[in-house]
């Protein structure tokens, strides 16, 4: 479906949180991208039970899991925050820096995020996104195809994103960055409706 539609002229986050809350939209570089319509039921299904899992898992440590729409600044080296030209919103993250995360959202690179692909987001987070993770210093950046059973993971390493781990959703995958943290395909597949199937 190539990817979301874009205004062209540079907004930074002060013009961003102007906006009204009737579209979402996402920053990169100062480009505007229109988020799709409301996530499917197949999308929010895999989106909060990755959530559910990570935060059992992580009871009793010091780190937040957050769910979509949920704003994740990433200033350039020394941007004011509202100078910031870059703002998109995961799926699912997990932040374990407690001072990352304001009222506004989080400002700074997450310790771990998820994108649940659709077929109108998938060259946005396949492409764009992963950029724009890898820039910033996430450890680990995880790209679930729900209907075609695929986890790709991509691990960060010396400044760069190596060649993609690609695995099918079975088993159980442990979440790097999180020790102790597993996401299990079969408790998640589960739930989806029939047609998912």
Not at 43 to 64: M, Y
Not at 127 to 148: M, S
Request: charged fraction near 25%.
């Amino acid at each position: 479906m190539g990817l979301p539609k874009r205004q062209e002229e540079h907004y930074t986050y002060d013009d961003y949180r102007h906006w009204s809350d009737a579209q979402r939209w996402e920053l990169i570089d100062g480009v505007a991208y229109l988020m799709a319509p409301a996530p499917t039921s197949i999308h929010q299904i895999v989106a909060f039970e990755i959530g559910h899992q990570v935060r059992n898992a992580l009871e009793g440590k010091p780190c937040t899991v957050l769910l979509a729409p949920i704003d994740v600044r990433l200033p350039k080296l020394g941007a004011a925050d509202d100078q910031a030209d870059t703002v998109v919103q995961p799926d699912v993250l997990v932040v374990c820096d407690p001072g990352k995360i304001d009222s506004r959202g989080v400002k700074g690179a997450p310790d771990w995020v998820v994108e649940v692909l659709s077929p109108s987001t998938a060259s946005h987070d396949q492409i764009l996104k992963r950029q724009v993770y890898e820039r910033a210093g996430v450890p680990e950046y995880w790209l679930v195809h729900p209907l075609d059973r695929v986890l790709t993971i991509y691990r960060l390493e010396n400044g760069r994103y190596g060649f993609p781990d690609i695995r099918e959703l079975s088993g159980a995958t442990p979440v790097g960055p999180l020790p102790g943290a597993l996401i299990a395909w079969e408790t998640i597949l589960e739930r989806l409706p029939p047609e998912a199937a």
